[in-house]
């Protein structure tokens, strides 16, 4: 069983061009956690997911970032018109359906860097 | 969700055991204590998760107090692999939301 699956790991982009990061959950995972890390920072949560639902996104900024979790494919976060301060790690994390009291798997991280 | 309180940083010779302690002096009846590390630059790793029973695993033992105000993990036999960041969180299941709320961690350096 694969794991959680993030591309890609490394990402440049130039400031105003558009990043996506991409997100494939385990295996009967329906549930996807998205999550931020600065450089030298912790972990902030941005947005909670189910199939075709965002379900809590009180951690996403208000303006340029978006997130999906389509009905077939992966978990898409979308960042538009990128900036120097969105450089860091975003990392994606997935935990099943229907058991509450379990642990959620995360990714190795998709690290992005805007010059 | 209830805070944590973790000390930033700790030693542990190589070979001893480990004990990271946690409080939680907030938590309520239907929070879990999950326990995740995070070695330099990867994803965090789920080590171990409670309720209110000790529990133990292949990596791990988690011992929280019978008022589960507070918790230990304990790695029994820590090697250098085990320096990473630690992150004790308290986690509301049920509701909206089932998210992970990540503090600060503790900072295990194992030493040889």
């Known amino acids: 069983n694969a794991g959680v699956m993030q591309n890609p790991r490394h990402l440049v982009r130039r400031r105003g061009q558009e990043a996506r990061l991409r997100c494939s959950p385990m295996?009967?995972?329906?549930?996807v956690y998205w999550y931020r890390q600065l450089p030298e920072e912790g972990l902030k949560f941005m947005v909670y997911l189910q199939k075709e639902n965002i379900i809590d996104e009180s951690g996403m900024p208000k303006e340029r970032f978006s997130a999906e979790f389509p009905k077939e494919g992966p978990s898409i976060l979308r960042i538009q018109q990128v900036v120097r301060g969105d450089s860091a790690a975003y990392f994606c994390?997935?935990?099943?359906?229907?058991?509450?009291?379990?642990?959620?798997?995360f990714g190795q991280g998709t690290r992005l860097t805007v010059v | 969700d209830a805070k944590t309180t973790q000390p930033p940083s700790m030693d542990c010779a190589e070979g001893r055991a480990a004990n990271l302690p946690c409080n939680h002096s907030?938590?309520?009846?239907?929070?879990?204590v999950y326990w995740y590390r995070q070695i330099h630059s990867q994803g965090p790793q789920y080590i171990i998760h409670g309720l209110k029973n000790n529990e133990t695993n292949e990596m791990a033992s988690l011992i929280i107090t019978e008022d589960r105000k507070s918790s230990t993990l304990i790695l029994p036999h820590a090697t250098l692999r085990d320096t990473a960041v630690y992150y004790c969180?308290?986690?509301?299941?049920?509701?909206?939301?089932?998210?992970?709320?990540f503090g600060t961690g503790t900072l295990l350096a194992v030493q040889p």
């Open positions: 907030t938590i309520s009846g239907n929070e879990y």
């Open positions: 295996k009967g995972h329906s549930h």
């Open positions: 994390a997935s935990s099943p359906e229907g058991r509450l009291n379990t642990e959620a798997f």
């Open positions: 969180i308290v986690r509301s299941l049920g509701g909206a939301t089932n998210k992970l709320i």
